[in-house]
């Protein structure tokens, strides 16, 4: 493991080059569709024509074709609401691309390996580098941190797959889709861009590339959230100012979150397995001989009633029920707290009696959530 950090070190250092590297080059672009461009060519009614590349060719945009690029800004605008920093995780994975998602199931490792106050650092496996770097910032997490009645677990689920920017550093991002998370309210910035994808993605459509995509299935473990969870706690119990400053895990959390995968199964291979598997398991149960097998197995005489939901309390467990319904809904009203159907779902799992049963108890002893 200790072999795997000084790897991890030496990636984060990378990184950190391949980026003000990045930004140099940057300075030196040519072609760019600039917002000044934009208003100056729409309101003079001439079409602009722009290098391509640096061997003397040019592309030349109508004044109609610029006007489609700001209609197209104008709908990403009301996708993505950029007024609100972040989106959730999971309007991000419906936004994507097809194409996207299926090429991220070919991305066999995203590791969380440093945290900076909001900010995760991911290495993602690449295919033209050995590997990428993703930035995930998230953006619920200060609200959480500052809740009194911090449940550090659940904080950082909601915090994980909440409202959340993004970069990567692979060309998929910063052709397609870094524009985009700009304009949306969603990117990290630096580097901040305003250079319209003209050529690649006119129509700013998708928003995340496979790496981005596979990071935001390993955002979704529980490995992941118990990471975050003590790191919410150590945050908290910081004396001072806030503590923003890095640092990389150490070597019982990378071992946790390596063995994290991330695999989906929503390959065209994988469900064409499953139909089979499917149709195959219902081939063999539909025998007689299956039939009678299941007869067999089928309980006899009646569930007892302590196992059933919707069965009678004891005094004492209902007594402690309702100090925990008590306490719960003193703490629904505060910022960052559970939502009250959540907080019924899991009362009614603990103590093996209905969500009807709670609801009724908390009516007849004038408990509101």
Request: hydrophobic share 35%.
């Amino acid at each position: 493991m200790s072999n795997l950090q000084d790897e991890l070190k030496n990636f984060d250092k990378d990184a950190r080059g391949q980026r003000a590297e990045a930004r140099g080059k940057r300075k030196e672009a040519v072609g760019l569709l600039t917002p000044a461009l934009f208003r100056k060519h729409i309101k003079s009614g001439k079409d602009l024509v722009l290098d391509y590349g640096r061997q003397g060719a040019t592309v030349t945009y109508t004044v109609d074709d610029l006007k489609r690029f700001v209609e197209a800004k104008e709908r990403a605008d009301t996708s993505f609401r950029p007024e609100t920093r972040g989106v959730p995780l999971a309007q991000l994975e419906s936004a994507s691309r097809e194409a996207d998602r299926q090429r991220s199931q070919e991305v066999k490792s995203a590791l969380l390996y440093k945290m900076s106050g909001n900010m995760l650092f991911f290495q993602v496996q690449g295919n033209i580098q050995p590997h990428y770097l993703v930035r995930v910032r998230l953006e619920d997490w200060e609200r959480h941190l500052r809740n009194p009645y911090l449940n550090p677990f659940l904080a950082a689920k909601e915090a994980a797959t909440g409202r959340i920017s993004f970069d990567c550093a692979c060309g998929r991002h910063q052709y397609w889709y870094r524009y985009l998370t700009q304009i949306g309210g969603f990117a990290i910035n630096p580097p901040k861009e305003q250079d319209f994808p003209k050529i690649r993605n006119p129509g700013l459509t998708g928003c995340c590339c496979k790496h981005v995509l596979k990071v935001l299935r390993i955002l979704k473990t529980n490995a992941v959230h118990a990471v975050l969870a003590r790191e919410l706690e150590r945050q908290s119990e910081t004396v001072g100012f806030a503590d923003s400053r890095a640092r990389m895990l150490n070597r019982q959390e990378l071992q946790r979150v390596s063995r994290v995968r991330g695999i989906t199964g929503q390959t065209p291979e994988s469900r064409a397995a499953l139909k089979k598997f499917r149709q195959e398991a219902e081939r063999i149960i539909s025998t007689p001989k299956a039939k009678e097998a299941q007869r067999k197995l089928k309980p006899r005489g009646k569930v007892p009633a302590a196992a059933r939901p919707g069965a009678e309390m004891s005094p004492d467990a209902k007594k402690v029920m309702l100090e925990n319904l008590k306490a719960v809904s003193k703490l629904v009203s505060m910022p960052g707290a559970v939502n009250p159907a959540v907080v019924i779902e899991n009362m009614a799992k603990n103590y093996n009696i209905s969500e009807k049963q709670i609801l009724s108890i908390m009516k007849d002893e004038g408990i509101t959530l």
